[in-house]
């Protein structure tokens, strides 16, 4: 707090000598001495950050700061808290949120793939977008989906990355080649989206959605969470339902392979 008090009366006396002429209000003063203490709080080590004499580099790379550390250059043996802010501030999110992309509807499904280099998003408006994260967020492919039922209700890409399968409030889940070359996918317009049905009767329409579905690790089958109370298991190679599991009293509303 003397700290914070002694910067705040410099600041007035600065106030003071620029009189009238001034252009920053008390506010903007407050914020400038805030961004002064956040980077006096966040500042690496003098020993660290030089980069050679009467000059600093800014930001100090990580490894460098660690064998520092382990040089117990501050003769502690440890980060002080404005090095380990440093650090931090490497690997947390420090900078956005910035818009992506605008879609005109609800969006209701998003996930990454595995190794983060694809995103996926599905709306209540029948489309599902996948962006390329490496490629500055370009889109790779933009799905219509076929039969939908109120909204996307998941979508997951297979282990190799190059099938999308995606469910909506019916039994009928459809899986899209998506490393075709067209960006546009219409179902069975300009690409065939097979639909994969997890109804018993044939129905098509049968009344139960499927909330959740997701690919195997080996991506030779589906499991999927219903609205009847139910798991699914469905075998790609053999294209049918090869197992249905009723545990449960009430929706199950999502569901993955374990392991």
């Known amino acids: 707090m003397n700290r914070i008090r002694k910067i705040t009366d410099r600041c007035d006396d600065k106030v003071a000598a620029k009189g009238s002429s001034s252009s920053q209000g008390p506010n903007e003063i407050f914020y400038h001495e805030i961004a002064h203490l956040t980077k006096l709080r966040s ?43 440093h650090v931090l501030s490497r690997y947390l999110p420090v ?27 599905g709306c209540q408006g029948s489309h599902i977008r996948i962006y390329n994260v490496d490629n500055g967020w370009k889109i790779k492919k933009d799905i219509l989906a076929k039969s939908l039922r109120w909204t996307i209700t998941d979508a997951c890409l297979s282990p190799n990355q190059r099938y999308l399968v995606y469910a909506s409030l019916s039994p009928v889940v459809h899986i899209v080649n998506i490393e075709s070359a067209a960006t546009e996918s219409l179902a069975n317009v300009s690409e065939i989206h097979d639909g994969l049905s997890f109804s018993s009767n044939n129905d098509d329409y049968d009344d139960f959605g499927i909330f959740s579905v997701k690919f195997s690790t080996d991506g030779r089958e589906l499991v999927a969470a219903s609205g009847d109370n139910s798991i699914y298991i469905y075998d790609l190679e053999a294209n049918s339902c090869s197992l249905r599991v009723p545990a449960h009293k009430s929706d199950v509303n999502t569901v993955c392979f374990g392991g």
Do not use: W
């Open 43 to 85: 500042r690496p080590h003098e020993l660290l950050s030089k980069d050679m004499p009467g000059r600093s580099r800014l930001p100090v790379s990580t490894m460098k700061m660690l064998v520092g550390r382990e040089g117990n250059y501050s003769g502690r043996g440890r980060f002080s808290s404005a090095d380990s802010c």
């Open 95 to 121: 900078n956005g949120p910035c818009t992506v992309d605008q879609l005109d509807s609800g969006i209701y499904v998003s996930r990454f793939s595995d190794d983060g280099t694809l995103f996926v998003a």
